[in-house]
């Protein structure tokens, strides 16, 4: 079975009760829609969604086992094995030894992550937005490894590698995509 994204998000209700967790898993599916029709998948766009939301599924409840719990329970649940290999490969190197293979696990990878920076530099702002982050500002805090330090630099550079991006073209997206999410704010 392949979820909408109103049933994944459910399912994410299902196993975190948090509004942090909650509010990640649709940041991220937000952003993994605007990735999918900025880069030519259109026609899968709720699939990409659908990942976005559900790839933190097991986190709250049991961090220590992320990425191999939720497989688990998805297979519970009877979800679609594209969906179980592309939410587990964003732990990849880190938790689980898959590999990020179709560009939207690449995209998760590495937006993933930096979801997270950009969120914790938009609430240092005055306005706490993410409409008012610059680039530059982004950029910035990417290079204080003391700023957000739970985000992964490494990761987030490993992931731009992957997609055969530099950085910047990262950071650029990533943050447009925030900007577009209604949940980013």
């Given at each position: 079975?392949?979820?909408?994204?109103?049933?994944?998000?459910?399912?994410?209700?299902?196993?975190?009760?948090?509004?942090?967790?909650?509010?990640?898993?649709?940041?991220?599916?937000?952003?993994?829609?605007?990735?999918?029709n900025e880069l030519g998948y259109g026609g899968e766009?709720?699939?990409?969604?659908?990942?976005?939301?559900?790839?933190?599924?097991?986190f709250e409840q049991w961090p220590e086992q992320h990425?191999?719990?939720?497989?688990?329970?998805?297979?519970?649940?009877?979800?679609?094995?594209?969906?179980?290999?592309?939410?587990?490969?964003?732990?990849?190197?880190?938790?689980?030894?898959?590999?990020?293979?179709?560009?939207?696990?690449?995209?998760?990878?590495?937006?993933?992550?930096?979801?997270?920076?950009?969120?914790?530099?938009?609430?240092?702002?005055?306005?706490?937005?993410?409409?008012?982050?610059?680039?530059?500002?982004?950029?910035?805090?990417?290079?204080?490894?003391?700023?957000?330090?739970?985000?992964?630099?490494?990761?987030?550079?490993?992931?731009?590698?992957?997609?055969?991006?530099?950085?910047?073209?990262?950071?650029?997206?990533?943050?447009?995509?925030?900007?577009?999410?209604?949940?980013?704010?």
């Amino acid at each position: 079975m392949i979820p909408t994204p109103e049933q994944a998000y459910e399912l994410v209700c299902e196993y975190n009760e948090g509004e942090f967790h909650r509010k990640h898993a649709r940041i991220v599916g937000d952003v993994m829609r605007w990735y999918a029709n900025e880069l030519g998948y259109g026609g899968e766009a709720d699939f990409w969604q659908t990942v976005g939301i559900l790839h933190d599924l097991d986190f709250e409840q049991w961090p220590e086992q992320h990425c191999v719990k939720e497989q688990a329970l998805m297979r519970e649940k009877g979800l679609d094995e594209s969906i179980i290999h592309a939410t587990a490969s964003h732990g990849w190197n880190l938790t689980v030894d898959i590999k990020p293979e179709h560009e939207m696990e690449k995209v998760l990878y590495a937006a993933d992550e930096l979801t997270g920076l950009i969120g914790a530099a938009a609430i240092m702002l005055p306005s706490k937005s993410v409409q008012d982050l610059e680039l530059k500002s982004l950029k910035k805090k990417f290079k204080n490894k003391k700023f957000a330090a739970g985000c992964s630099r490494e990761v987030i550079a490993n992931g731009a590698e992957l997609l055969g991006w530099d950085l910047d073209t990262l950071f650029d997206r990533t943050l447009a995509a925030m900007k577009a999410s209604p949940n980013a704010d």
